[in-house]
């Protein structure tokens, strides 16, 4: 069964001091890594698609990374306003599409 | 471009009550879908459209109807409302017409009592 984990759950950071989310994923046959980014109240906002291990994006401050494993969120001297829940998601063989339980991240100023 | 739309944003329903949630996009993307989303649970998906007169389940379906007859509209109707189908829903569609890329409505706060 597909499954993804994210770690930690929460994530407090002083603003400027980097710092990486987890992102651990059992799926037969990936078709694809996904990141979002969700405010209080709000829909999730996506950020970027991995398709395989090796594969690296960038935008502004957040840099995302795959392993046959696992995927890492990097965050480099984040500012108070990427404070949200980062959230991650597989797809498999069919049209589903799994997500895990989301990192918490607070910068503080 | 208004984008994903939902309504309502907030509704409170007895239990046993049906209703309908309305989801529109003014962006012709084919791929449309309903999740859930609860505390300590991640976005869960409910049902998925490809395209117009296509649907199909997703993962947690049961109490959930879907129909789309416009690429614009896809509206999620909860037949006879339980307690346990109290959560927030998203409806999302995609530009690429892959399910990991797309763009999300509002939210719609659904509690039944």
């Known amino acids: 069964e597909d499954q993804v984990t994210q770690s930690p759950e929460a994530l407090r950071l002083q603003e400027g001091e980097s710092s990486s989310l987890n992102c651990s994923y059992t799926?037969?046959?990936?078709?694809?890594l996904f990141w979002y980014r969700q405010d209080p109240g709000k829909g999730p906002e996506f950020l970027f698609t991995?398709?395989?291990a090796g594969e690296e994006k960038e935008k502004e401050r957040l840099k995302a990374t795959l392993t046959k494993k696992e995927s890492f969120l990097h965050i480099t001297a984040p500012k108070p306003e990427d404070s949200a829940t980062y959230l991650c998601?597989?797809?498999?063989?069919?049209?589903?599409?799994?997500f895990g339980t989301g990192t918490r991240l607070t910068v503080i100023p | 471009n208004a984008g994903v739309t939902q309504t309502p944003k907030f509704q409170v329903l007895k239990t046993g009550q049906s209703m309908t949630l309305q989801c529109a996009q003014d962006?012709?993307?084919?791929?449309m879908s309903w999740y859930r989303q609860d505390p300590g649970m991640g976005l869960r998906l409910i049902h998925y459209?490809?395209?117009?007169?296509?649907?199909d389940q997703g993962e947690v379906p049961n109490g959930y109807n879907v129909s789309r007859s416009t690429t614009e509209d896809f509206p999620l109707r909860l037949l006879s409302a339980a307690p346990s189908q109290t959560s927030v829903y998203f409806c999302?569609?995609?530009?690429?017409?892959?399910?990991?890329?797309?763009?999300f409505g509002p939210g719609t706060r659904l509690t039944v009592t």
């Open positions: 459209s490809v395209g117009a007169g296509i649907t």
């Open positions: 991995l398709y395989s």
């Open positions: 999302a569609s995609s530009y690429s017409g892959t399910p990991g890329e797309q763009y």
């Open positions: 962006m012709n993307h084919e791929y």
């Open positions: 998601a597989v797809q498999g063989g069919a049209n589903n599409l799994f």
């Open positions: 799926v037969s046959g990936l078709r694809g």
